[in-house]
């Protein structure tokens, strides 16, 4: 089974996310199929908070990939965000 989920990137106390798709069975950084973007929660000011390639995400859903519960939380979101923005 595939699953869209975040593998988990940068230093001590400063977290920064790959959104990839990945095999269940492998651990949550090893490697993965495709990056589809990424997510900085401590995002300040003008630097990017979150990151997607749209377009790959419905096609690897088309495909029977699985969405982690904070990647659809996330997708959601950044749904919402850009129907207000338009």
């Known amino acids: 089974m595939v699953t869209i989920r975040m593998a988990r990137g940068g230093?001590?106390?400063?977290?920064f996310y790959k959104i990839v798709?990945?095999?269940v069975r492998k651990p949550r950084d090893s490697?993965?199929?495709?990056r589809?973007?990424?997510f900085n929660p401590?995002?300040?000011g003008q630097e990017v908070r979150l990151e997607l390639k749209q377009e790959r995400v419905d096609y690897w859903?088309?495909?029977g990939a699985q969405l982690s519960t904070r990647v659809a939380t996330l997708l959601k979101?950044?749904?919402k965000e850009a129907a207000?923005?338009?």
Request: positive net charge; glycine residues 12%; charged residues 30%.
């Open 11 to 15: 230093s001590k106390k400063r977290p």
């Open 61 to 63: 859903v088309g495909q």
């Open 77 to 79: 979101d950044s749904a």
């Open 21 to 23: 798709v990945s095999d």
């Open 42 to 44: 401590r995002a300040k």
């Open 31 to 34: 490697g993965y199929i495709e």
């Open 84 to 86: 207000t923005a338009a």
């Open 36 to 38: 589809l973007g990424f």
